[in-house]
């Protein structure tokens, strides 16, 4: 009886998931919605791609300088400390791990800046135990050959 009372009440249901997907399989393809985008310069892909926000490049291309928080690739870094934790036989890391990782990150920005002149941009603060920094970049040109180093992971 609970049988016949449970099958009673999801028929219905079925009924309708079947229906949806017969009907779904005879209709043709239907193409997907036009969407209107703004033109995009070739070079905005990268930069979306990396995070930089739409309105921060605008303002790039009007000559606007623009403050921008830079992630550096940790992960040599980070795989080169875990394997300092292991041979120490540590689970967190010691004041050695976490000076070492000061130093890997500081030469990491270093390279990675040292494609820019002093006139393309200025470091904010620079965050020394992470792999950030806060900079100011004066050029679409200087974002741009930021972003192409393969140490800058997003903007």
Known sequence: MIMFRLIKKLFPLVLIIVGSAVSA??????KPPLVLQSPRQPADRMALDKGVPQAALDRLRQGKPQSLIVEFDAAPVDTAAKKQQVTQGMKA?????VNFKVTQYADMKRRALAVLTPTDYKTETDYSHLPMAFIRLNSMK????LLAQPDVVRV
């Open 142 to 145: 200087a974002l741009d050959t």
């Open 25 to 30: 399989a005879t209709l043709p393809p239907t």
């Open 93 to 97: 890391d010691n004041p050695f791990i």
